[in-house]
Structure formats: structure tokens, C-alpha cells
């Protein structure tokens, strides 16, 4: 039986967030090709994930008959993630950018699932993935345009990453799917996109703020800013997007 395995990494409700609007559709249209195929659904905003600690490292590298049963406790939630990993032959995962890069939830996840002899080994001192013959495809959401070719493109650590990590564990088969909200929103005076995050508040991305304002709406919505005309911080970035992104 074909199974998908959806993660969802928005902090935000299907209600308000754009990349789970985006991976639900993806969902339907999965299940319209494989009317008999089995969903995980795995939400990492309601999954209790805890940072990799001393303890964890320790159970990860004991091997596992020799593991005792706190150690087993510890692990339990990694085990359960790459279980679903195993059993499902494709993901669908939305991915909001929050500050350039992937949202902290998803890189708990992450910390999670790399664990050596689980999801990949070392031969002869080369690494190799054990989740071959898998297929993910990332939907990413952001405020701004970062694709290859655009003028922050280098700000976007997102896609390298998420290449990188999987290809690792040996899901090399990948594609992504990015989608903006206010492409064409000026900085200027007005109502902005907040270049920085795709599905969080309408901070600025670098410290103070680009031209003040306000928290505005998730998933790259967009807020409203004073236009009062204060000094950013960051006089080339903000050139870079009100010149040559669209605004």
C-alpha cells in the first residue's frame, strides 16, 4: 500500500497558515492518485519534541541490547518519528521560512530522525543513508523571493539545507515547491511582506527593523509599517529588496 507521511512545521493554525493550506491540497491531490493509500499526518507544532541533550547522545550510541529502560524512554519519540519515516514511501513537508532558514520545530524533528545505524550508516568510513527509494517534495512559504537567480537568493538557507540533510539519510529524490504571499508588496510607506519568515509575525529581519511597524498577518501576509521613513539598519539589504524584488 502506498503511504504518505504530511509534516507540517507552521506554527500556525490551518486556519492562518499558508504552507498547510499548501500541503493539505498536496494531500488531496496524493489521494486522488492512490485512492487506496494510507496518510501519516505528523504535526510538529502539537508533537513534544525535545533538544538533543547529553542523555539522548549517550542512549543514541549505546547499542541497543544494552540499553536500559531509561534509555529506551529517552529515545522512544525518536524511534516513533523514524518509524513513520520508514514506513512511508514519500513526504510531503511544509516548510514557512522563519528568519532565512527552516522553523526551530522542524529542526528539533530533524535532530530526531539523523541517528546513526537508524538512518544511515558509516562504511568504510563513508557515510550512507538507509531511506533510499523515498521521494519527498518540500513546500516552502515566505514573505520574499529568494529562488535560485534572485537577488537573496543567498539568504536562503532553507532549500540547501533540507537538500543536504536528506540527501545524507538518503532521500535524494527531492523537490520544492515555493510559494509567496505579496510578491509585488512595496517596502515603502504602506503595507510590506516581511521578507524573513513565512509564516510567523511581521518582524524585520535584521535587529530594529527595516522602516518600523507593526506585527502583521502569518504566512507572509504581510503587516502594516508606519512609513514614518526610519533609517534601516541595514541600508544594502533594504536596497537590495526595495530595488530588485518587487518592491
Known amino acids: ?136 517534495t518540500f513546500i516552502t512559504a515566505s514573505g520574499g523571493v529568494y529562488e535560485q537567480g534572485s537577488p537573496a537568493s543567498a539568504m536562503n538557507f532553507v532549500e540547501p539545507y533540507l537538500r543536504s540533510v536528506f540527501g545524507f539519510i538518503g532521500v535524494t529524490d527531492n523537490s520544492f515547491r515555493e510559494r509567496r504571499r505579496n510578491r509585488q508588496t512595496p517596502l515603502r510607506g504602506g503595507s510590506r511582506h516581511h521578507p524573513a519568515t513565512g509564516s510567523g509575525v511581521d518582524p524585520s529581519p535584521v535587529p530594529g527593523g527595516i522602516s518600523g511597524g507593526r506585527p502583521g498577518r502569518a504566512d507572509g501576509r504581510g503587516g502594516r509599517t508606519s512609513g514614518a521613513g526610519r533609517a534601516c539598519p541595514a541600508p544594502t539589504f533594504c536596497r537590495l529588496l526595495r530595488g530588485k524584488s518587487g518592491g
Open 1 to 136: 500500500m502506498a503511504t504518505l507521511l504530511r509534516i507540517d512545521s507552521s506554527p500556525l493554525g490551518s486556519g492562518a497558515s499558508f504552507s498547510r493550506q499548501l500541503t493539505g491540497e498536496f494531500v488531496q491531490e496524493w489521494q486522488r492518485r492512490h485512492p487506496d493509500g494510507n496518510v501519516i499526518t505528523r504535526d510538529l507544532a502539537t508533537t513534544k519534541l525535545a533538544p538533543v541533550s547529553a542523555e539522548w547522545i549517550g542512549a543514541a550510541y549505546t547499542p541497543e541490547g544494552s540499553l536500559t529502560a531509561r534509555q529506551r524512554e529517552i529515545l522512544a519519540s525518536s524511534d516513533e518519528l523514524i518509524a513513520e519515516l520508514k514506513g512511508a514511501g514519500e513526504y510531503v513537508i511544509g516548510v514557512p521560512m522563519h528568519n532565512f532558514s527552516i522553523p526551530s520545530v522542524l529542526k528539533l524533528w530533524i535532530d530526531q530522525v539523523m541517528r546513526a545505524g537508524k538512518t544511515f550508516v558509516y562504511e568504510n568510513g563513508v557515510p550512507a543513508g538507509l531511506l533510499g527509494n523515498k521521494k519527498a
